[in-house]
């Protein structure tokens, strides 16, 4: 069976399909298997061909007046050849450059199959980018995939509550914002740690035993391009600044976005240690900021350690009782956070 497709590319009435239309019924296509399109052939989807595509059956042969009625983008219309092959359907060009695309004959299968192999090209090209890209990544140190809801905060949390035999694991990870599965995909039931947390135990080990600076430019490194030069983006003495003050690359990012956009306001590139110091929140290093930023607000850490708001509060402020800020003081640093 043929089944015809007519294209132009306005949609005004200044251009008419009559053409196309009246050379598919000469080759012997039903007026009623024809689908049509006014749309420009740069554009990958469009109604007519969509529903072309959809009524072609293995056997059937798609027929167009030019090739280009199908599209204008090479890489479209190899992929649309080797969808054809794919459904086993026939590609028939009545005129134009690719009119010796024909499968009905053998000199149109050889063209057709010239098409086939730009596509599986096309492929294999795409599929060795992609590989090489993955090796280049890591040998950068860098991993693939979704980036990991676990931190070390998070993990020295699950650690300490997982202790106990009797810990709800589905209402442990509610609270820290991740699933059951990511939770024991770092911690066993006893709380001891698998492979994923030990190493990223030791990669913040690493991280805290490095200098400053050190320390600095590898979390720089996580929120500038591989192109981009450190001291192109913040001065060395801004850097020690940040590097002493901020812990995580989310704070650096965080920061380094506040000091951006005061450089822009006063045109000054790369970022100072002026800069950095008037863009730090003046209660940057107080317990609840430096909590909040860990993600552990008063609600939730009413929850973890099974006290009231009004007494974390109190004890955010340095106003609660002796015996209760030891005690709550100890139950924190227990569960791994930086008091």
């Known amino acids: 069976m043929l089944i015809g497709y007519a294209r132009v590319s306005k949609a005004d009435g200044s251009q008419l399909l009559d053409l196309q239309r009246d050379a598919l019924l000469e080759a012997g296509v039903a007026e009623s298997s024809i689908y049509e399109d006014r749309a420009s052939g740069r554009k990958d989807h469009r109604p007519g061909l969509d529903a072309c595509l959809k009524a072609l059956q293995p056997a059937n042969t798609l027929v167009v007046w030019k090739l280009d009625r199908l599209g204008r983008d090479l890489r479209h219309l190899v992929a649309m050849v080797d969808d054809l092959r794919a459904r086993k359907a026939g590609l028939h060009v009545l005129a134009g450059a690719g009119a010796e695309i024909d499968t009905t004959s ?13 596509a599986e090209f096309e492929r294999d090209l795409i599929t060795e980018r992609t590989r090489a890209g993955l090796a280049a990544a890591r040998a950068r140190g860098r991993q693939g995939g979704r980036p990991r809801k676990m931190d070390h905060t998070m993990l020295r949390t699950a650690m300490n509550v997982m202790a106990p035999r009797e810990t709800n694991a589905q209402e442990l990870a509610r609270r820290l914002g991740i699933t059951t599965t990511t939770l024991y995909a770092y911690v066993n039931g006893d709380g001891t740690v698998k492979a994923p947390g030990q190493k990223l135990l030791d990669l913040r080990r690493r991280l805290d035993s490095l200098p400053p600076r050190d320390r600095g430019r590898r979390l720089l490194g996580e929120c500038i391009a591989d192109d ?28 380094l976005n506040r000091a951006f956009g005061a450089g822009l306001c006063t045109a000054q590139k790369p970022v100072t240690a002026d800069i950095v110091e008037a863009t730090l929140a003046p209660d940057f290093d107080d317990l609840e900021p430096r909590l909040t930023r860990q993600g552990y607000s008063v609600k939730v850490l009413a929850e973890q350690f099974h ?3 009004l007494e974390i509060r109190r004890f955010l402020n340095g106003q609660l009782e002796a015996g209760r800020t030891r005690e709550l003081a100890d139950r924190m640093r ?4 930086a008091l």
């Open 228 to 255: 981009v030069e450190t001291d192109a983006v913040i001065e060395p003495a801004a850097l020690d600044l940040m590097a002493q003050r901020l812990r995580t690359p989310l704070q650096f990012a965080e920061h």
């Open 106 to 118: 053998a000199n149109g299968r050889f063209v057709f199959g010239i098409f086939v192999a730009l």
């Open 307 to 309: 006290a009231r708001p």
């Open 334 to 337: 227990t569960a791994g956070l």
